[in-house]
Structures are given as structure tokens and as C-alpha cells.
């Protein structure tokens, strides 16, 4: 769990088997629709429920449509024992313009409540069209989010603006990039989400900020990974490097150990 | 398995718990014992025994020194229960001159045959002092192997050779390296052993390689893995070149699956 006072929000990620996971997070939107009252809440990130957005991502032997099926199954659960709007987003969307997460979340809790009972177009798609104090939900399905940041050797902020401007998506850059320029304790920083790690992979990210960088004079001095990533994220990034053709995720070892959990025998 | 009829040679990996190996190793060295009469046997590759060589290699959740157990325990069983000589060798050598498998082996079977039981330096650690049809064998403990070769765009073996010989331990380049310059399909090709990859690691080898090759006005066109590798390679790899500073492996999602299987409940 991750949580942050400034943005007054919680971020908490749980692995497991599909219905243990929809049963936990099931849990633990009762109890921040117990704890967590909207009409006093305040916080700097864009928030519109006490459970504010759960995606569904898949790590094995799930698939995206499962993740989607899981996303309905809690959804209409919410609706119907807790009396939660819930929204679908992303994969999950059950209309082009809800894929976008900000587009559902849009005025937050106050404008939400105000407009759902009247906009049959902010008609949720489980429970009622009313908020009560735990506001409404996003549920989505994703695929795994990689929070990737890369510090420069430059205490100015302005080329890390420009970078971030340059390789994010909003402003021309790469489809599945969202990134701004910061000053971390007086280091140049681009701080990155990398939405789609497929088909948007680390090493063109580092690669387009190095090229972009040289620009200003200034070169890569670390990244960091902040949180979790998927493994076949890490062996992508070696397999471009190391130039590796032919290269199988059967090849790593663990992978064969895997597959099938290894018999202990009794003897 | 991987079979060569040039070497009249075959290569068996057994990924398992610790005392399924070793018994599946026993059965194994018993038929190879039963079919091979090395009086009869002839190969590119040097040997000595019809169970040549069994390297125990440390994957998950055992230590170099449960491999090292391992190999005394399979070596007493077999010079016990099927009279074969074995030596221990590397990280389970009892003496410092039989690390190196090549000095357990020289003479091949045909030369220990008359050495073994007049030459008190050739003494197995397990098992008579004298060799039968099955020959001896020697068991190791050692880090995994990674079969590493990287392709020039060149058709002149000349620079691979050189470039070999420079990047190898034995004529002075990196100390868990093994290299031969060769020509795959008219194409150039160094062909690699890297022993330790976590003192010598792959991202090390294949750059050193870049240098040398530049001085040819040569570059890399691929590289392939031949088998497997430990997913740490991988992700050593990736560290490197996208510049990660604190990285854990904790922070691979897979990992976290790993730790603690995953509770199915029933609802």
C-alpha cells in the first residue's frame, strides 16, 4: 500500500487468484464506504468515490476478457449490495467515451452528484443514479501500468519539461506515454507512466529521452522503477540490448519450473 | 535433450526438488551404465565414463552448498550400489588441481583405465580404483551456464577468432569466459560459455565484444541464448542498460506470485 497525505489517497495492490482478488477488493470497498465520507473529503488528485477506481490487470494465466468479466461481476455486486454507482472504464467500457478514465470522473464526487440523476448521459452501469457519502466507482480492466522515471544531470527543470513534452502522448510523443518534467531534490526528473508496456516497451522510452536529452547537452544519469512490473517488461528491455533473436520465455529456467509445480517425493 | 552424432554425445536436463533429481540422476547414470560400454565408444567430444559428467546447478531455494551435498550423496550411491568411480569437481572438488574438469579428465576413459589404480593422484573420491565397461564420472556443483553467441556482419572468421581470444579467460580477457571464433552458415559468429554470468555478466561480454569488433569496422548484426538461462541474466541485463539504480527483484510481479502460492477459496 502506498499512501499519500498531500493527495489525501491510498493506493492498494493485491495479487492472487481471480475470485479471492474480486472478494478482498469486494471487502475493502465496504470498508472505505464505512471510513471515508465524500461530502468532507479534500485531496489533490481528481477523486469522485471513497473507492475511487479498481482495474483489474492480468499478471498469469488470465486473460484481458477475464479481467473485463471480473471488472462486470464487481461491479454489479457494488451496485446491488452496496448501492455504489459504478462506471466501466477502459477495456471494461461498456461505451467508447467511457475507456477514458478522466472523461468518467469528470467535475469529481460534487459535479458527479449533481448531474447523475439528470444526464442519462453520467447514467452509471451498475446501481442507482444517486451518490450517497461513498460517491461512485471506476472499474476497469488494464493492461499492467509502469511507473518510470528518468533523472538527468541537470539540477533545471526546463529540458525535463521539454523531454516529458517531447515522449508523451498528449503532446506527439509515444501512444501509451504520460509524462511531466520535475525537479526531484534538485534533480532534472522525467516521471513517466508507460500504459502499455507491449506495444510502448521501456527501451524506446530511455532511447527517445537519451536522443532528446543530447539536444540540451545532457545525458541519463539513473532510472528507477517505482513499485511493480511485470517480468517479460525486464526481459523485453534485454532482448532489445542484447540484440537476442529467437529469444523464448521457455528459455529462462523458472519459467520450466512454473509450468508444472515440481513433484516432491517421499523417499 | 540434446544429441550430437559428431560428439556421439547427449545432453539430459532435469530441472526438479532437490531428491527427485538426484533419483532420477541415479536411474538415469544406471541405464547409460547398462548400454554404453565405453570399450566400444567412440566421439568428437573427450570423455571418460558413459555417465560422463553430472553438474548439480543451484535454480531456486537451494544454495551452492545443498548442490555441493547433493554431489557427494549421488557419488557415494553410485560407487557403493554400481561400483563407478567418481570425482567430485568445481565448487565440490575435495582437492584444488580437480576444480577444473578438464585435469579430472584428462586421458579420457582410455587413459584412466591404466592410471587409476597405480597413480594415487588419480584416486576417486567415491567407487573403486578401477573402471569397468561404464567408466568413471565426474559430479559437480557449479553456477548455471549460459550458452552465449554473438554474430558479426562479416563472412571472415579472421576477426571472430581474434575477437574470441580477446574476450576469453584463458588468453586474458574476462575470467568466466569461454570463446571460439567460428563460421555459422558463412556468417562470423563468437561463440561463448559464460561460467559465472553474476561476476561475468552477459551485458559485459556482448559490449567488450562491440569494441573489439569496431576496430575491425565490424559490428553486431544478433545474438542468440543456446538453452536456458536463469531469469536473473535477464533482468541483470535490463539494469544495465536502462540504468536502474535500486532495483529489486521484489519489485517483478511474478516474484510476488512465487513467494506464497496464491489461496484458492471456495466461494
Request: proline letters at 7%.
Given at each position: 500500500?502506498?499512501?499519500?497525505?498531500?493527495?489525501?489517497?491510498?493506493?492498494?495492490?493485491?495479487?492472487?487468484?481471480?475470485?479471492?482478488?474480486?472478494?478482498?477488493?469486494?471487502?475493502?470497498?465496504?470498508?472505505?464506504?464505512?471510513?471515508?465520507?465524500?461530502?468532507?473529503?479534500?485531496?489533490?488528485?481528481?477523486?469522485?468515490?471513497?473507492?475511487?477506481?479498481?482495474?483489474?490487470?492480468?499478471?498469469?494465466?488470465?486473460?484481458?476478457?477475464?479481467?473485463?468479466?471480473?471488472?462486470?461481476?464487481?461491479?454489479?455486486?457494488?451496485?446491488?449490495?452496496?448501492?455504489?454507482?459504478?462506471?466501466?472504464?477502459?477495456?471494461?467500457?461498456?461505451?467508447?467515451?467511457?475507456?477514458?478514465?478522466?472523461?468518467?470522473?469528470?467535475?469529481?464526487?460534487?459535479?458527479?452528484?449533481?448531474?447523475?440523476?439528470?444526464?442519462?448521459?453520467?447514467?452509471?452501469?451498475?446501481?442507482?443514479?444517486?451518490?450517497?457519502?461513498?460517491?461512485?466507482?471506476?472499474?476497469?480492466?488494464?493492461?499492467?501500468?509502469?511507473?518510470?522515471n528518468v533523472y538527468l544531470n541537470s539540477d533545471d527543470v526546463g529540458p525535463a519539461k521539454a523531454i516529458a513534452q517531447a515522449v508523451?502522448?498528449?503532446?506527439?510523443?509515444?501512444?501509451?506515454?504520460?509524462?511531466?518534467?520535475?525537479?526531484?531534490?534538485?534533480?532534472?526528473?522525467?516521471?513517466?507512466?508507460?500504459?502499455?508496456?507491449?506495444?510502448?516497451?521501456?527501451?524506446?522510452?530511455?532511447?527517445?529521452?537519451?536522443?532528446?536529452?543530447?539536444?540540451?547537452?545532457?545525458?541519463?544519469?539513473?532510472?528507477?522503477?517505482?513499485?511493480?512490473?511485470?517480468?517479460?517488461?525486464?526481459?523485453?528491455?534485454?532482448?532489445?540490448?542484447?540484440?537476442?533473436?529467437?529469444?523464448?520465455?521457455?528459455?529462462?529456467?523458472?519459467?520450466?519450473?512454473?509450468?508444472?509445480?515440481?513433484?516432491r517425493q517421499s523417499s
Amino acid at each position: 500500500m502506498q499512501s499519500d497525505p498531500d493527495h489525501n489517497r491510498s493506493v492498494v495492490t493485491i495479487i492472487g487468484m481471480p475470485q479471492a482478488v474480486v472478494e478482498a477488493v469486494f471487502q475493502g470497498v465496504v470498508a472505505a464506504a464505512e471510513l471515508i465520507d465524500m461530502d468532507h473529503h479534500r485531496g489533490g488528485h481528481p477523486r469522485m468515490g471513497a473507492a475511487d477506481v479498481i482495474p483489474f490487470v492480468p499478471v498469469r494465466g488470465v486473460t484481458m476478457d477475464d479481467c473485463v468479466g471480473l471488472a462486470h461481476q464487481l461491479g454489479q455486486r457494488m451496485g446491488t449490495e452496496l448501492g455504489i454507482p459504478v462506471y466501466l472504464y477502459e477495456e471494461a467500457a461498456t461505451r467508447p467515451d467511457r475507456r477514458n478514465l478522466a472523461n468518467v470522473r469528470r467535475g469529481e464526487y460534487e459535479g458527479l452528484k449533481d448531474e447523475v440523476a439528470t444526464n442519462p448521459e453520467r447514467a452509471p452501469d451498475y446501481g442507482p443514479a444517486a451518490l450517497g457519502t461513498a460517491g461512485a466507482s471506476a472499474i476497469g480492466a488494464r493492461p499492467p501500468l509502469i511507473a518510470f522515471n528518468v533523472y538527468l544531470n541537470s539540477d533545471d527543470v526546463g529540458p525535463a519539461k521539454a523531454i516529458a513534452q517531447a515522449v508523451r502522448h498528449s503532446s506527439g510523443g509515444l501512444r501509451y506515454v504520460k509524462a511531466l518534467g520535475l525537479l526531484v531534490e534538485g534533480q532534472a526528473q522525467i516521471s513517466m507512466n508507460l500504459t502499455d508496456f507491449r506495444h510502448t516497451p521501456i527501451h524506446r522510452v530511455l532511447e527517445l529521452i537519451r536522443i532528446e536529452a543530447a539536444r540540451y547537452g545532457l545525458a541519463v544519469t539513473h532510472s528507477e522503477i517505482v513499485g511493480l512490473l511485470p517480468a517479460e517488461a525486464m526481459t523485453d528491455a534485454a532482448r532489445f540490448y542484447l540484440q537476442l533473436a529467437d529469444f523464448s520465455p521457455d528459455q529462462i529456467l523458472e519459467n520450466r519450473l512454473s509450468e508444472e509445480p515440481p513433484v516432491r517425493q517421499s523417499s
